[in-house]
């Protein structure tokens, strides 16, 4: 009665003891292969967040003026064009999450891409694990 009691104690914490799995042993498979797909997901909101940027979504278009000059009694027309320096932006958390899971489920709508070199070697390696 003793040893019975000693095997049901140590189903319940999962050790095998030759019967059926418990249901830590059960849940043990699925429960890594997700941990796996959030850790990587980790993985790739750190990296997108830290070292990829995109253009500002509010970024001015250049300004441009019609002028006229005159020198010497001639008139010359042209065109005036004021060029702002471009803005960049880091990419947020809910880009990089989002990158990531059409990155993964191999979709690649390409309204995001990566802008450096690193940054698309990432990338590939990333949609290779989602074919894999």
């Not at 095998?16 to 418990?22: A, D, F, I, R, Y």
């Not at 249901?23 to 959030?38: E, F, N, R, T, Y």
């Not at 320096?85 to 989002?98: H, N, S």
């Amino acid at each position: 009665q003793q040893l019975k009691m000693q095997l049901s104690r140590a189903k319940m914490l999962g050790h095998k003891s030759g019967g059926e799995p418990t249901l830590w042993q059960m849940a043990k498979g699925p429960l890594q292969k997700v941990s796996i797909v959030v850790v990587w997901y980790l993985i790739g909101v750190l990296f997108y967040c830290s070292f990829e940027k995109h253009p500002c979504y509010d970024q001015r278009k250049p300004l441009t003026e019609q002028i006229t000059h005159e020198i010497n009694g001639k008139k010359y027309k042209g065109t005036f064009t004021e060029y702002q320096e471009p803005c960049f932006e880091r990419w947020t958390v809910i880009d990089a999450l989002y990158f990531s899971t059409v990155t993964v489920s191999t979709v690649g709508f390409g309204d995001l891409v990566p802008a450096t070199r690193l940054g698309c070697v990432f990338t590939v390696f990333c949609s290779l694990l989602g074919i894999v």
